[in-house]
């Protein structure tokens, strides 16, 4: 998989669970550490972390499509970029290789899901998130809707893509991985 890159979004101010979510640790693997091993899981070979100590924000305090543009801009070698938020603890690799085998266009996510998702890095696109910035138009719906983009069907478990923004969504997560491991 030469030509896509992983990036885990890892940018966020983490406000709601009250630390880093990118720094909670499982079994002695922080969040992050975790999703960039599930990226390169799925055979992809350059993984990136959007964030502080990653690909830094062109645009700061502009939610995801800030941390979105400034990796379609510095990865322009890439023709597609899967992105990744690093609060999904439980995602698994089988549903990144379906989404990856399954993108045709500008953009392809999920059915139900917006995370996570591919984008193919060109001009336009990158126009077009810039444009959505300057008119602080910082909806992922909005950019949804602007996109030639395909909605993959799967029949994936709803708690795959449970996002972990509070303690106690960290904590229901934290349960399905002991889960998972048995």
């Not at 890159?5 to 909670?24: F, H, I, Y």
Request: hydrophobic share 35%; net charge neutral.
């Amino acid at each position: 998989m030469q030509d896509i890159a992983g990036v885990v979004l890892a940018g966020g101010l983490s406000s709601r669970m009250g630390t880093d979510k990118s720094q909670l640790t499982f079994n002695n693997q922080t969040l992050l550490e975790k999703t960039k091993n599930l990226l390169k899981k799925t055979g992809i070979q350059k993984v990136f972390e959007s964030g502080p100590n990653g690909i830094k924000d062109l645009h700061v305090n502009h939610g995801p499509l800030g941390g979105i543009i400034s990796c379609l801009t510095h990865l322009t070698p890439y023709k597609d970029i899967l992105f990744v938020p690093v609060d999904m603890p439980l995602l698994q690799v089988e549903v990144l290789i379906h989404l990856i085998e399954n993108h045709k266009r500008d953009l392809s996510h999920l059915a139900h899901y917006k995370f996570p998702f591919i984008l193919t890095n060109t001009e336009k696109i990158r126009t077009i998130i810039n444009t959505q910035i300057e008119h602080k138009e910082l909806s992922l719906n909005q950019l949804f809707k602007q996109l030639n983009t395909t909605i993959i069907e799967h029949d994936f478990e709803e708690e795959l893509f449970l996002n972990t923004n509070s303690p106690q969504q960290w904590q229901k997560a934290k349960k399905q991985l002991q889960l998972q491991e048995q």
